[in-house]
Each structure stands twice: as structure tokens, then as C-alpha cells.
């Protein structure tokens, strides 16, 4: 099993910043992917970005160029810079590890962009 726990979230005015973090622990060594998610209320969760172990990244048009993905695999932590920030974007934001045969999540953190 691996365990997931965001911290970050919060409130913040458009045009703001926020850093996400992802720590994850216990079978670490079968993780893959890192990635982030995001779930707006009445909406689908959708890709954010995501990060292999090499740091190739993937990010959603409506992010890119305004949020960065990284990720510290000697403490296995994934990060999320999000700059420029748009209500939009607000939303609960998940974090996801690809461990092999089981997709892992995080409990969420809340993410606010008031205007």
C-alpha cells in the first residue's frame, strides 16, 4: 500500500500563488507517475500534471505555462506550483501515484481563487 497526504491548499486572490505538496509513504519503491488532479463541484476530476520518476512531465492546456510539476524522489514528495491563479482553478486537488497495478490517492486539498 502506499499512503498519500496533501498539504498547500487554501485561499487565494486571482492572480495569486499557491504551492501543493504530495508526501507519499509506505510501498514508494513501486510508485511510477506522480501526478495531480483536480475536482470542481458538479464536474469531473481531471488531469492537472502529471511527472514520471525521470521528471518527463504532462501538463492540461488550460495549466500550462502557469503551473510547474516536480517532484524530490529521495523524499518522495510531488509538488505543484501554481502561479497565475484563476477561480477557475478553483477546485479540491488530488494527488495520484501510479503504483504498477493500483492507482493510489491522496485525500485532497482545497484549492480557492476567489476574483
Known amino acids: 500500500q502506499v499512503q498519500l497526504v496533501e498539504s498547500g491548499g487554501g485561499l487565494v486572490q486571482a492572480g495569486g500563488s499557491l504551492r501543493l505538496s504530495c508526501a507519499a509513504s509506505?510501498?514508494?519503491?513501486?510508485?511510477?507517475?506522480m501526478g495531480w488532479y483536480r475536482q470542481a463541484p458538479g464536474k469531473q476530476r481531471e488531469l492537472v500534471a502529471r511527472i514520471t520518476r525521470g521528471g518527463g512531465t504532462v501538463y492540461a492546456g488550460s495549466v500550462k505555462g502557469r503551473f510547474t510539476v516536480s517532484r524530490d524522489n529521495a523524499k518522495n514528495t510531488v509538488y505543484l506550483q501554481m502561479n497565475r491563479l484563476k477561480p477557475e482553478d478553483t477546485a479540491v486537488y488530488l494527488c495520484?501515484?501510479?503504483?504498477?497495478?493500483?492507482?493510489?490517492w491522496g485525500q485532497g486539498t482545497q484549492v480557492t481563487v476567489s476574483s
Open positions: 509506505g510501498r514508494v519503491f513501486s510508485i511510477n507517475d
Open positions: 495520484n501515484a501510479d503504483g504498477g497495478s493500483t492507482y493510489y
